[in-house]
């Protein structure tokens, strides 16, 4: 369950019953995922902008259908992936000769894969990763753009398990082969840009035009697996699941037309970075043990109009930095200046009225909103977890809840410990929040001022740092409790017992 699902139910609820304003709320904390779902499954086709404006409209028009509002996510991924669908469908029955064909081709500005790569700023083994996505076919970008938002923590599998209309088992066999035909793209990406180059795959490419295929993809790889100069590119190939984790989703700057639109606002998206002390615990189950992790991320920015008509600007894309954030500040109430006495003037008549339209009010930008000491100090955790091959743990409510509650015991009892006077531990606890479990761990820590110290101590201590890389878990909450003795930091792991 993602941290936001209730507040987005209860935007869904107040959206069904009229209100405009919940409407607008919904679309801006979706529109960035439905735009990289479908920019990345259609790769910067031409159609892009008008996928993304058909779901929007069809998500907004049939929320009164929609019966349980906690899946809003879920059902508007899955319309997102009917119309890519449907869009492949209606180029596959229809296609375009000559000049009209042309047309509807992909922009090359517009390739998603070579903005990721620009705006996100990647290097290195992701910057293969993303390049390698361009020797998918269709069958598996539909795949790739689920999984990717996966691995970034910004989807479950249950929820691309249902975008893509298939059992979780079903699911996962075609994540794995889409994820095979990704390392060879990676092995073959590799190879082309050696310096120099194989003098054997030079002769292979001599008839290539040049444009990733997944027909070329196997020829290449045919060679690569062959060669002896090129089979080493398969070596030292960091697993892609944790090159993924922690990237920002690629933000689109729209203009959004609709019923209470009251002018064109920036969509931005932001990863955040955060650090999480003094002891470290897991517990086993059955016959295993147990292992930690946690991972979190903040989706924010606004826009403006919710409606039946949509019009979709052109896109634009702005990178939005990662990195550490300073503690939030307490907000201050504006001063105004008290009006002073009247002066006396003398008023002039009126000027006459004429028929020039009253000037439109510029657009204003609402503020990102700072991560709270919880996403900072999870973001933190997932970037050691993603150094470390790990996937990214996601803030789960009920984790978070038995943190809070635990670190003011803690603080109360002037103790640090994992175990209550009551002799209960955090499976006993998380099981009384009513999350089923099947492997758990805590790390405590009291004194650190910040996320980043806790998140340094906590990597520098053997038992606390086998907590947070160990890749078994998929949940975290974190809690900090000031207290008279400092601050008790308090990191929950779990895993759940149906993932």
Known sequence: MHSDEHRTAALVEAARAGDA?????????????????????LDGHADVDDVVQETM??????????????????????????????????RQQAPLPGLERAAALADPAGDFTGLTILRLGLTGQRREVAEATRWLDETDREVLSLWWLEAAGELSRAELAEALAVPPGHAAVRVQRMKERLETGRAVVRALAAVPRCPGLAETTARWDGAPSPLWRKRLARHV????????????????EGLLVGLALVPPLLVWAGRGSTGP???TVAATTGPTGDGAVSGPVGDGAVTPGATAGTRSGPLVGAGAAVALGALLFLLVPGGGSAERASARP?????PGPAATRTVAPPPPVTS????????????VPRPSTEQRVTALVNRHRAEAGCGPLRIEPRLSAVARSFGADLVERRALSHTAPDGTDSGSRLTTEG???????????RGQRAPEAVVADWMADPPHRANLLDCRYRHTGVAAVPGPDGTVWVQELATPLRP
């Not at 304003?21 to 499954?41: F, S, W």
């Not at 999350?435 to 820590?445: H, M, T, V």
């Open 21 to 41: 304003r919940a409407g607008d709320e919904l679309a801006r904390a979706c529109l960035p995922l439905v735009y990289n779902i479908v920019g990345r499954a």
């Open 57 to 90: 409209v069809r998500a907004l028009d049939g929320l009164p259908a929609l019966r349980d509002p906690a899946r809003f996510r879920s059902w508007l991924v899955a319309i997102a992936m009917n119309r890519i669908r449907h869009r492949w469908h209606e």
């Open 225 to 240: 697996d062959g060669c002896p100069h090129c089979a080493p590119t398969r070596s030292g190939l960091a697993p892609a």
């Open 265 to 267: 606002a920036l969509e």
């Open 334 to 338: 504006q001063a105004t200046a008290p």
């Open 356 to 367: 020039s339209p009253a000037p439109r009010p510029a657009p204003t930008r609402t503020p």
């Open 435 to 445: 999350y089923a479990w099947s492997a758990w761990a805590e790390n405590l820590a």
